[in-house]
């Protein structure tokens, strides 16, 4: 069945060998190669680029986070701007109150959005489908008006000022490209991390819970501690970007944390692709780039672009541009030999993960 | 400015239940998408407020109020039933992530074209029924007229599904859509039209919350939590169930704020209620158990 779908990135047999390397071998010189292309960019570009690619990249962290959710899990979030804001409060109160040192807040930040993820989870495990939809887009809502209500602890609607960090002096790098760096680390300690979890045995628990939650449970699976454990997973990863941004940023206030922010996530893991390590890449850079740009037309825009890009999406590509493109790479990586050990349509079924699990019996 | 407690007591009951009927009418346009096709209409309170602009386009150009309401109720049908015919229809059997996904982007884009259109600056919406006090000011013109309207339209809503062929056969179509299309219902259609009617009834929650809430882009968000909230209270599936459910969260929503929270946590008391109900009882009050078949 297309249950392991989810999680077999790499579909191609080790056995099979391109240009005299194992599939796996070009994996990992690619990702190589793109850790030294990500290094080097910084030196390349100029500061507000560098600046915004930071962001894409902490973006990315919170998408991957929603992604291990929705799309690997199955379980719909609209709200997770809430556990971006969980962060960002935890780092921007710790270094402000505590004078903590902005490296050591991200671990906390995680925590206690662990915390909480695992807190919601808990009655999330009885809400299905649009509820849980529903549940969370009123989380996302209520989120902007609780952190003014705390407004001894969160400075309300005035918000948080942090100064940034200074580099240190003997690494001789400006501002810009130390935290870009910074949050270059944290986001391949987060993939990693991600990667590892999804591939394994929990990884695996995770799809059949999302595809078939009773035939899981039949086949020994904790389907509500797996599911619990996906909330909490999932909100840490999206606290921890809440943190980085809080520190790139050097700001927090309410009216960063509305509905608005949880939708972009939606956009950006649909656009990258919800069941995809990945994509969560290329939804940070969507999200990042596309408002910024849509901002120069109409200060409407943006919001109609999220739309028009979510409606587009889920009529014609609904696995998102990771889904889409990486099977067919896959596919044309392996087409001078694909007889021998691939049976006919399955990167068909690794293309879609979105449509497989109908609403009705 | 108010006496007794008890005067204090029934001005915020009274001004409970006039925005309870508009949460009410609201909840029932959702519970009516819901019987229809099983779907939860995020986008609801967004139509509303495209709707709402309409009207006040229209009554700013000089068209009197009750004429403008009617173009409005009219134009908003159509636009349910485009929605339904190109957006809905094909998301139909879709999994529940693409059907939500749709839904939202369905609310950004009438949010971003109504904000394009209209900006957004908060605009004056004023009442038809002016703001006078009745009852040694327990309640105002205004309320009353909610109230009216509202029960107006749950009296028409009623005698339309109970009374007319169309009626009967949209909820055939809704009860069993395959025996329905056997006996020669066009089911397509009368989905189109349920959507139609549901923006419609959205679309007096709109026009009636205007003068309360102002006009903008975002008005309807925490209206369409709060009337989430009412439907689910009474039971998702039970339009009855919406209307009582409605009503009983707006009062409580005035009540609290009155006595025991503070008014900025409104949207944060309509959370905590559509989490409660949905683990506790997630039938609401009036609603059928869902039994599924595995």
Redesign the interface.
Same mark, same amino acid.
């Given at each position: 069945m297309a249950g392991g779908v989810g999680i077999s990135t790499g579909p191609a047999p080790a056995s099979e060998r391109i240009a005299g390397l194992s599939a796996s071998s070009w994996r990992r010189a690619g990702l190589a190669a793109a850790i030294l292309v990500a290094i080097a960019l910084p030196f390349l570009i100029g500061k507000y680029h560098t600046f915004e690619l930071t962001l894409a990249m902490i973006y990315a962290v919170a998408l991957l986070g929603l992604n291990l959710l929705s799309g690997y899990n199955g379980q719909i979030s609209l709200g997770h701007g809430a556990f971006y804001a969980v962060g960002a409060y935890t780092a921007a109160i710790m270094m402000q109150r505590w004078g903590v040192p902005y490296w050591a807040t991200i671990p906390p930040a995680a925590l206690i959005s662990f915390a909480i993820g695992v807190l919601f989870g808990l009655p999330a495990l009885r809400l299905e489908g649009p509820y849980l939809a529903l549940v969370t887009l009123a989380m996302a809502l209520a989120t902007p008006q609780l952190l003014k209500y705390f407004d001894g602890w969160t400075g309300g609607q005035q918000g948080i000022n942090l100064t940034k960090p200074v580099p240190p002096h003997w690494l001789g790098l400006g501002r810009d490209q130390f935290l870009y760096l910074l949050v270059l680390i944290v986001l391949i300690a987060a993939f990693w991390v991600g990667a590892n979890l999804l591939r394994g045995r929990t990884g695996r628990a995770l799809v059949a819970i999302r595809e078939n939650p009773i035939s899981a449970s039949a086949m020994g699976i904790d389907t509500a501690r797996y599911k619990t454990l996906a909330f909490g997973a999932s909100a840490a990863f999206a606290g921890v970007a809440g943190a980085m941004s809080a520190i790139v940023v050097g700001f927090v206030a309410p009216e960063g944390f509305g509905l608005l922010l949880s939708l972009s996530f939606l956009v950006g893991s649909a656009v990258g692709g919800i069941a995809t390590v990945s994509g969560a890449l290329f939804g940070g850079l969507f999200v990042e780039y596309v408002p910024n740009i849509a901002n120069d037309i109409s200060d409407a825009a943006p919001g109609a672009i999220y739309g028009l890009a979510l409606l587009m999406l889920m009529f014609a590509m609904p696995v998102g541009v990771a889904g889409y493109i990486g099977p067919r790479l896959a596919r044309l990586a392996r087409r001078p030999r694909a007889s021998a050990s691939n049976p006919p349509g399955e990167s068909k079924q690794i293309g879609s993960i979105a449509i497989q699990e109908g609403r009705k019996p | 400015m108010t006496g007794a407690p008890v005067h204090q007591f029934l001005q915020q009951l009274f001004t409970g239940l006039a925005t309870g009927a508009i949460y009410a009418s609201l909840a029932l346009a959702l519970v009516m998408i819901y019987r229809a096709t099983?779907?939860?209409n +995020?986008a609801q309170g967004e139509m509303a407020m495209f709707s709402t602009y309409i009207a006040w386009t229209l009554t700013n150009a000089g068209i009197p109020f009750w004429v403008a309401f009617a173009l409005t109720l009219a134009a908003s049908f159509l636009g349910g039933v485009a929605i339904e015919r190109l957006?809905i229809r094909?998301?139909q &059997? %879709?999994?529940? +992530?693409? %059907?939500?996904?749709?839904f939202?982007?369905?609310?950004?884009?009438? &949010?971003?074209?109504a904000?394009?259109l209209y900006t957004?600056t908060v605009q004056d919406f004023p009442s038809p029924f002016g703001d006078r006090p009745l009852l040694h000011s327990l309640l105002t013109t205004s309320a009353l007229g909610i109230m009216g309207v509202t029960l107006a339209m749950l009296v028409l809503l009623y005698l339309f599904f109970r009374f007319t062929p169309i009626g009967l056969a949209m909820r055939a179509a809704a009860q069993n859509p395959v025996s329905a299309r056997l006996c020669g219902i066009r089911v397509g259609r009368m989905l189109a039209i349920g959507w139609g009617l549901a923006a419609a009834v959205g679309a007096t929650a709109g026009v009636m919350v205007a003068p309360i809430l102002f006009l903008d882009p975002n008005m309807m968000?925490?209206t369409l939590?709060y009337a +989430?909230a009412g439907a689910l209270l009474g039971g998702i599936s039970s339009p009855l169930g919406a209307v009582i459910g409605g009503i009983a969260v707006g009062v409580m929503e005035n009540l609290v704020g009155t006595y025991l929270i %503070?008014s900025?946590?409104?949207?944060?008391v %309509?959370?905590a209620v559509?989490?409660l109900v949905?683990?506790l009882r997630?039938n609401g009050l009036f609603g059928a158990t869902l039994v599924k078949?595995?």
């Open positions: - | 099983e779907l939860v +995020f957006i094909p998301v &059997n %879709a999994p529940v +992530f693409t %059907a939500v996904t749709v939202i982007g369905l609310l950004l884009i009438l &949010n971003s074209v904000g394009w957004y968000t925490g939590l +989430f %503070a900025q946590l409104k949207l944060t %309509a959370l559509i989490l949905l683990v997630p078949r595995v």
